[in-house]
């Protein structure tokens, strides 16, 4: 008997090699391992049982009755052990199934403060092997945990937060849509007792993985929870073919939400390509849809430049055949009405007006109506004889295809060669029906990393109706989410709240629209809408010469403003927590500076607002606190604001463990309203 341990700051993840197996010992909270006794001997019996125990192994086999590492068409897998590696920071097990000639591998490795837990099947037999399922992990969880945080979504109304107990059976989330979906990647957080935002223990996983995969917490019946993972697709194996199952993120910490939420945000962060500065975008889309040409696109591009934005994007509606949506998808050539002399010399006015250019694809569709499926109907995803349902009037095309992954390389390659194009805002339109299963996203993922060698100075956007194709997998890929099509700045609070549990806040798209909003109908002032966009990657999805001069500039002001303080929101460490009476607020910053946001959607309950508590600041010392600026509705004379925030706004010192505990003064907030301070050590 041998121990193996893995060790991040916060946790410990413990397996014994046993005779033919690798067990299970702990995963949780960081342990010593020092003099640890065999399983066997910590294990009675139990009534009803096989004579011969079977512990919880990491690939179980006959005699277990919980998930199973691979399910093959229903034999049953006799995994022995051959072979365990080990270093500081990762583990690697081969374990061989002697009657199929199927060999597993399984990886365990400590990243950026967390672990990263994956899967590897191959085939060495002679024949060809059904797979049903490849766990990419199958974890024990530790005693204590009695909540699961998910999120559920739809367009428009992406990571809705569900809180549910522990189940007494099985808890499961799975995708069945051909991609993640509007409630967020394949993953969930789980609570321990009492765990709150900053205290307590939290576990939070991801799948990292673009389509259709399952994620479920089950009890057994000696009383332990577990955890597995993995997609849903089944694969046939030909001999000497091996899959690479999605690897799972997995953060553990006793710090509550916020500490197993930095852990998520740093594995992220390691996965995602060089991120340069966060230019401030402007988008045309909701500015004029489908109805632009070249004279009406630059005259955005100046009002733009005008109020300060960097990067221009030119939305849906540019290519052949594109004056609404139902027809040109494929046909990726600038469209020869709208744009007679192409892209280049649109592209070149805009860059010279200070403007990086960015453009607006969707390569995975394609329209009946388009020259494409015309030459090529069989492209599309399709069950011979059976109905092919469109969505927003377009199809899918089958990326599993090599001809069809080549023709997209080259139009986009053509494009990028040609055009000074730096972003690509890379669309997703619709559910598949049928789904592509596991060569579909493996196409996609092929396509990007080969645009990104061509082209590795080009940034791309993962956007599918909104949220729909947020996860770790892509983000590998690319470096921005479009978080929602939703601008509503009510809505938005919660769904950027929701979209960072999984993912830092340098990466997700938040705009500043018009009012009243293009989702929901409703008004909203443009200090609320900047403020809540505040939190994100910042830009603006409106034409800013339609406002009154009064509201340009403000905007101009907003965009300056988060010039001046994204050094602070990107890239740093990011807490979050809720106040009394309604208000959420979150923090970012590198521990001795932060930008903190305090955020009111709906209208105060209590006639004065109680200090602000923000334990993050615990045993820092003295903090400098300086009310930034307030956005949103504005009290008027009758809420009496204290003449203590005359100090406050030229900044005032605090003890900071006044601060954590007893918490900081705030100014009278209204519905609808941010108020934005500077903490400083």
Same mark, same amino acid.
């Given at each position: 008997?041998?121990?193996?341990a893995?060790?991040?700051a916060?946790?410990?993840?413990v ?8 067990l ?22 139990a009534t ?6 079977? #512990? ?7 005699? %277990? ?18 072979d ?5 920071d990762?583990?690697r ?8 000639g199927l060999r ?11 672990f990263?837990?994956a ?13 049903d399922?490849i ?11 009695d ?12 990571f809705v937060?569900?809180v549910?107990a ?6 499961r989330?799975e995708g ?5 979906g509007h409630?967020g990647?394949?993953g ?19 799948l ?13 019946d000696?009383?332990?929870h577990?955890l597995?993972?993995?997609i ?24 509550g ?32 849809y489908?109805r ?7 005259e @955005?591009?100046r009002a733009?430049?005008? +109020?300060?934005?960097e ?20 046909? %990726?050539?600038p469209?020869?009405?709208k ?5 280049t ?5 805009v860059?010279?007006?200070?403007l ?12 009946p109506?388009s ?6 109907p069989d ?5 011979p004889?059976? $109905?092919? /349902?469109?969505?927003?009037?377009q199809?899918? @095309?089958?990326l599993?295809?090599? $001809? ?10 053509q494009?990028l060669?040609?055009v000074p ?12 029906? /049928?789904a592509?299963?596991v ?8 396509l990007?990393a ?8 080009v ?6 109706g ?7 997998g892509i983000?590998?890929?690319t470096q921005?989410? %479009?978080?929602s099509d ?6 938005r ?6 979209f960072?549990a999984?993912f830092?806040?340098e990466?997700?798209g938040?705009h500043?629209?018009?009012? #009243?909003?293009h989702a ?5 002032t443009?200090?609320f ?9 910042f830009?603006?999805e409106m034409?800013?010469a339609?406002l009154?001069d009064?509201?340009?500039?403000e905007l101009?002001?907003?965009?300056a403003?988060h010039?001046?303080?994204r ?7 990011? +807490? ?11 923090a970012?910053?590198?521990g001795?500076e %932060?930008l903190l946001?305090?955020t009111r959607?709906?209208p #105060?309950?209590?006639?004065?607002p109680? #200090?602000?508590?923000?334990p ?7 903090i400098?606190a300086?009310? @930034? ?6 009290p008027h004379k ?6 203590? @925030?005359?100090?406050?706004?030229d ?9 954590a505990?007893?918490?900081?003064p705030?100014?009278?907030l209204l519905?609808?309203s941010?108020a934005?301070?500077?903490l400083?050590?």
């Amino acid at each position: 008997m041998s121990i193996i341990a893995l060790h991040s700051a916060e946790a410990s993840l413990v397996l014994e090699h046993g005779r033919d197996a690798l067990l299970w010992r702990h995963l949780g909270l960081r342990v010593a391992t020092d003099g640890l006794p065999a399983l066997a001997t910590t294990r009675g019996a139990a009534t009803f049982s096989l004579d011969d125990d079977v #512990p919880f192994a990491t690939a179980p086999g006959l005699g %277990w009755f919980g998930p199973l590492a691979v399910s093959a068409r229903g034999r049953v897998l006799r995994w022995v052990v051959e072979d365990v590696a080990q270093t500081a920071d990762a583990v690697r097990v081969t374990l061989a199934d002697a009657d199929t000639g199927l060999r597993l591998e399984q990886a365990f490795r400590v990243v950026s403060g967390g672990f990263e837990i994956a899967a590897s099947l191959g085939n060495d037999g002679p024949v060809p092997q059904p797979i049903d399922h490849i766990a990419s992990a199958l974890l024990p969880l530790p005693a204590g945990l009695d909540r699961i945080l998910s999120w559920r979504g739809r367009h428009a109304a992406e990571f809705v937060e569900c809180v549910e107990a522990m189940p007494e059976q099985q808890w499961r989330r799975e995708g069945r849509r051909g991609l993640p979906g509007h409630g967020g990647p394949p993953g969930l957080y789980l609570l321990g007792e009492g765990a709150g935002w900053d205290q307590g223990l939290a576990l939070a996983a991801q799948l990292a993985w673009s389509g259709d995969a399952a994620i479920a917490v089950e009890r057994d019946d000696e009383g332990r929870h577990l955890l597995s993972a993995g997609i849903t697709d089944a694969i046939t194996l030909q001999p000497g073919e091996r899959f690479d199952a999605p690897p799972l993120l997995l953060a553990i910490s006793g710090r509550g939400r916020n500490g197993a939420m930095a852990q998520m945000h740093a594995m992220v962060r390691a996965r995602l390509p060089a991120l340069g500065p966060r230019p401030v975008h402007l988008n045309s889309w909701e500015a004029c849809y489908f109805r632009h040409d070249t004279a009406r696109i630059l005259e @955005l591009a100046r009002a733009a430049a005008d +109020v300060g934005a960097e990067r221009f994007i030119l939305d849906d509606g540019w290519f052949k055949g594109r004056n609404d949506d139902t027809s040109g998808l494929g046909d %990726w050539t600038p469209d020869p009405i709208k744009y007679p002399d192409g892209l280049t010399p649109l592209a070149e006015a805009v860059t010279a007006m200070g403007l990086q250019f960015g453009l607006w694809v969707e390569p995975e569709m394609v329209n009946p109506d388009s020259d494409l499926y015309r030459t090529r109907p069989d492209w599309a995803l399709h069950i011979p004889g059976s $109905p092919q /349902p469109t969505a927003r009037n377009q199809l899918v @095309l089958n990326l599993s295809l090599l $001809p069809v992954e080549d023709y997209l390389f080259d139009a986009l390659d053509q494009l990028l060669r040609e055009v000074p194009i730096s972003y690509l805002k890379w669309d997703h339109n619709r559910d598949l029906a /049928p789904a592509g299963g596991v060569g579909q996203v493996q196409g996609l993922y092929r396509l990007l990393a080969r645009l990104r060698a061509a082209h590795p100075d080009v940034e791309i956007e993962s956007c599918a109706g909104g949220g729909g194709r947020c996860d770790a997998g892509i983000a590998a890929f690319t470096q921005r989410f %479009w978080t929602s099509d939703n601008l509503d700045p009510e809505s938005r609070v919660a769904i950027q709240r929701g979209f960072q549990a999984f993912f830092p806040p340098e990466v997700m798209g938040a705009h500043a629209g018009a009012s #009243p909003a293009h989702a929901t109908g409703r008004r909203h002032t443009l200090g609320f809408r900047a403020g809540v966009a505040m939190a994100g990657h910042f830009g603006v999805e409106m034409d800013p010469a339609k406002l009154p001069d009064a509201e340009r500039e403000e905007l101009a002001r907003w965009i300056a403003f988060h010039k001046q303080w994204r050094h602070l929101l990107h890239g740093q460490t990011l +807490v979050m927590g809720e106040g009394s009476d309604g208000l959420v607020w979150q923090a970012s910053g590198n521990g001795r500076e %932060w930008l903190l946001l305090v955020t009111r959607t709906s209208p #105060p309950q209590d006639r004065r607002p109680q #200090p602000l508590a923000l334990p993050f600041l615990a045993g820092v010392g003295a903090i400098t606190a300086t009310l @930034l600026a307030r956005a949103g509705t504005t009290p008027h004379k009758g809420f009496g604001e204290p003449a203590f @925030l005359s100090d406050l706004s030229d900044g005032v010192t605090f003890p900071a463990d006044w601060l954590a505990h007893a918490g900081l003064p705030l100014p009278p907030l209204l519905a609808q309203s941010v108020a934005i301070f500077h903490l400083k050590a």
